[in-house]
C-alpha cells in the first residue's frame, strides 16, 4: 500500500515541521511580505484565501498586522541615544529634529517614507539656503 502524499498548498506552511502550528505568507498592496500564524492546516489555508482575498479588493488588513512607526516616535529614542553615550553633538542633533525634521516628517509613517519624500526635504532646505553638508547631517 502506498503512502499518501500530501498536496502542497501555497502559501500556507508548517514552520517546525511536525509541530502541527501552520503559518501563512503572503504579499500585500505595497508588496511586502508578511506572515501570520494560523493554528491548524485547515483554518491556514481559508486565512490565506482571505487574506489574498484582502490584497485583491484593496480592503484594509487587520490593525495587528500593521505596526505604525511615526518619526515622532522615533526622534525621543535617538535624543536619547545621543544623550546617554555622550556625543558631543547632542545639541545639534537636538536642534534639527526639533527645527527641521519633526515639522516636515513628524506625522509621516517611518515604513511609508521614500526617496521622494526625502527629495522634497532636501528641496525645501536648500530653498532656505541651508548648505549641502547641514542637510546631509
Not at 515541521?17 to 494560523?38: L, Q, Y
Not at 492546516?41 to 482575498?53: F, G, H, I, V
Not at 556625543?87 to 526639533?98: A, F, G, I, N, T
Request: aromatic share 8%; hydrophobic share 35%.
Amino acid at each position: 500500500m502506498k503512502a499518501k502524499t500530501e498536496v502542497k498548498q501555497r502559501g500556507v506552511f508548517e514552520k517546525c515541521p511536525g509541530s502541527g502550528v501552520w503559518w501563512v505568507r503572503f504579499a500585500d498592496r505595497a508588496g511586502r511580505i508578511r506572515r501570520e500564524k494560523a493554528g491548524s492546516k485547515s483554518a491556514a489555508t481559508q486565512l490565506y484565501m482571505r487574506r489574498k482575498n484582502q490584497v485583491r479588493e484593496q480592503t484594509k488588513l487587520p490593525e495587528n498586522l500593521r505596526v505604525v512607526v511615526r518619526i515622532s516616535d522615533i526622534a525621543p529614542a535617538i535624543e536619547k541615544d545621543y544623550k546617554a553615550n555622550g556625543q558631543k553633538s547632542y545639541d545639534w542633533v537636538e536642534r534639527r529634529l526639533r527645527k527641521h525634521i519633526l515639522p516636515f516628517f513628524g506625522t509621516m509613517a517611518a515604513s511609508e517614507l521614500g526617496t521622494d519624500d526625502l527629495n522634497r526635504y532636501v528641496d525645501k532646505r536648500q530653498d532656505e539656503g541651508a548648505s549641502n553638508a547641514s542637510i546631509n547631517r
